[in-house]
DNA sequence: CGCGCCGTTGATATTATTCAAGACCAGTGG
DNA sequence: CCACTGGTCTTGAATAATATCAACGGCGCG
């Protein structure tokens, strides 16, 4: 991990003559993150996000298909996204996988580590990624000092619980093509928060893995996505969609039966 | 466990009015509670038990059939399962009701509240139960005065979304027979872990909440219990259950598609 | 260029749902 | 005591939804 990458990715790096060393030469820059009104210091004071810094560790850079983590891993750190994207995944004893969560920027992942202190599930890069690192022993000192912090944090473990329960609702009581289309909903709603495009964005999983992650099989979700841009409702190229039609894709979401 | 009752309630006077009867008399005794290993205490010593105490609101009481919050209400506190059990149930947009928790005593159910500030589920009773209250200001305060409570709560947060991933597994991945007798399975483990028999116990849901909770409709759970009674693995009785050949079960919940 | 992964599409099989009928059971009132 | 009632549970047959199997096209990459 700490592995001086060859090259840097620098998406949003400014001026190319930074350092090439290491992406931990700087600590995170909440202030200046695009992501801070969804992250971890969301309303905090100034002073006290200068605070959070000094116990964020540093960054650490995942290339597609790696693991920031792997199942069964010890529980040090959570991660906050700050570039890219990632995937949350189990494997049932036998073998079967099972995505269960899909990572933005702005995401805090690693919570599942929290019950037993080891991660009961493994968070790889969909593509080359970035996280923030927030060794949970410095945490819960910090959590102790400042309560606003505590009450973030507390927001957002319920938030985690709210997603989830999202998923559970989607899973237990959703047909297919509901599914799909809350999953494109919900990514909408999720890019546009984050100042993306709320219309136009492209998936990071592949059909598996989107079945996956909502419990159909991959040639279900392809033969979807192809009624979709037949019916006019999204416009589907391989991994990159387009939303047309936004009001009829939210009606799909909730009709009876 | 019959909890010795000796202050249950006075009877509260025909002409009922809320639905949530507060217990006036004692706080709860997490030092002789049955459930102090499984709950929130666990693992604290005697004196800061006592400091938890302090901050214990009274006992509540809830019938059967009624509901200890509903969705929408603000999040006030959280609270530990003492006696009896309940269920958690979100509403979706379009009426159809989804079953997403099965609480037994020791368990601490109302954190969905804790994202948003309202509960976005309710929890309702499935026997006359009893639960202790724990209000939400009191225990951030005290979490920032005892770190073995903060890393308490921590486990428990962790703990609840393991839970809630171990459903995403179960809705996202197995057939309809994995889930039915994964359930049995969970059941007889956390039985077991309260003290009581691990082979037999009695459901406390109708087969159309069990078929909620794991994805499936009432028909299609009558005919599996069926099923397993012909073949020999679980003797079913209405909502009694026996378990007879655990191996064998155990076997089913990883069997390859 | 050829190879491997990914995505699409069709035909068929399987699984679970739906619809329907009736049994059981506890509580209620005649 | 019995019949009645409403809710729950079981079971069967028909149906719909999704998975499976299979073939093929495309794209990116070494």
New interface residues.
Partial sequence: MTSTASHTVSSHAPGGASNVLTIGESRAHCAHCNMREICLPAGLAATEIEDLHAILGKRVKVHRGEALYRAGAPFAALYAVRIGSLKTV?L???G?E?V?GYHLPGDLVG??????HRH??AVTALEDSECCVIPIGHL?TM???M?TL??NL?????????I??G???L???MHAEERLVAFLVNLSARYKARGYSATEFVLRMTREEIG????LKLETVSRLFSKFHDEGLVQVQGRGIKIIDMPRLRLLV???S
């Fill in positions: 189990v049932s004893d036998d079967r099972q269960m919570l599942d580590g929290m019950g037993t009961e599930s819960e959590e102790r000092l309560p505590q009450h507390h927001r957002i473990f319920g938030r985690e619980i709210n989830d329960h998923m559970l609702l899973l237990g009581s996956s992650y909502l419990g909730n009709r009876r």
